[in-house]
């Protein structure tokens, strides 16, 4: 089977940092081609990997080496980009957040499922070892019926964006603050792992920073069908890189960290045990099988699964009650 050439669309820390690198791994991908309105990050990414710069998306939609592009602009850009791009014929997947508003949400959910091409969203955290470790213990029966999920994840945000005026702090560009940019992993997480869709929102609580128009710390309360509630916490205040879950269930706990890559169990027999899976490092390979497993749905056709907008449209749902 023939490689499929991606192209990049954005050079920010996604591209640089997530997609460059996993098309470089290989697993069925190359890299085709990057755009950028400046043409020199464009060509920063794209050069090592032999791959064509360019610093207008038309030009990148017209390569034929570009079978599918990938979106790492800020949210506000997805949609119009990804609908020129299943118009020119290209498969596209979508960073997170999908979109800033739930309008665009929703018309980016008909897209996928009325285009003749396949139009995915970053979902990398399903691809952990932590997370599938976590998903097999639940789905194993190891803690009884599963009651709740917590999660919670943060970052120190001026590590990540250094001094300049971050698009993530514009609310018309990202839809939200610390819930959408890090929370809409979790949101995605909680129904994957207890296999069952987020049916109800509850309002989030939200701490602005002064000056801010958007949260930088705040909580989510999700239910899943079935009755599982599920909380949501994220922070831009740190501490960085961390990620801790938390599973409840009739007969047992799961506690699982990014940091360690430790899930530690109770389960039915009383007994505890430790899972090793391999922690979260930059040298984790979830991104190269998010990739891979995208270049897959595009060779199979794959439609898109119900909880395709899941993470973003509840927590943009939920903020629309949400108070400072």
Request: with cysteine.
């Amino acid at each position: 089977m023939s490689e499929l050439g991606i192209g990049i669309v954005g050079t920010g820390g996604a591209a640089r940092d997530i997609h460059a690198p996993a098309c470089a791994a290989g697993g069925g991908a190359r890299l085709g081609a990057v755009c950028s309105a400046d043409l020199g990050r464009a060509r920063t990414l794209a050069e090592p990997q032999g791959a064509t710069a360019y610093d207008r998306v038309d030009a990148l939609l017209d390569d034929p080496a570009v079978g599918a592009v990938i979106l790492a602009t800020p949210p506000d850009r997805h949609r119009e980009l990804a609908e020129r791009a299943v118009a020119a014929g290209r498969h596209v997947l979508i960073e997170k957040p999908i979109a800033p508003s739930a309008a665009d949400v929703a018309a980016l959910r008909d897209l996928a499922l009325s285009a003749p091409v396949v139009v995915e969203v970053v979902r990398n955290e399903r691809f952990m070892d932590m997370h599938v470790a976590a998903r097999e213990v639940l789905r194993a029966g190891e803690l009884g019926t599963l009651l709740s999920l917590h999660a919670h994840t943060a970052i120190v945000a001026e590590e990540v964006w250094g001094d300049a005026p971050a698009w993530q702090l514009r609310p018309q560009v990202s839809g939200g603050g610390a819930l959408l940019d890090l929370g809409v992993h979790k949101a995605d997480l909680v129904g994957w792992l207890a296999d069952a869709p987020i049916v109800a929102a509850a309002p989030a609580a939200r701490v602005v920073g002064a000056g801010d128009a958007v949260e930088r710390l705040g909580a989510l309360l999700l239910t899943l069908d079935g009755g599982v509630v599920a909380t949501i916490a994220a922070s831009w205040k740190g501490p960085s890189d961390e990620s801790l879950l938390l599973a409840t269930g009739t007969d047992g706990t799961l506690v699982a960290r990014w940091s360690t890559g430790e899930l530690h169990v109770r389960g039915r027999s009383g007994e505890a045990r430790t899972v090793h899976a391999a922690p979260w490092t930059p040298a984790d390979r979830s991104n190269e099988a998010m990739l891979a497993d995208f270049v897959a749905a595009c060779a199979s056709g794959r439609r898109p699964a119900p909880d395709w907008d899941a993470g973003t449209r509840w927590i943009l749902e939920a903020q629309q009650g949400v108070t400072s």
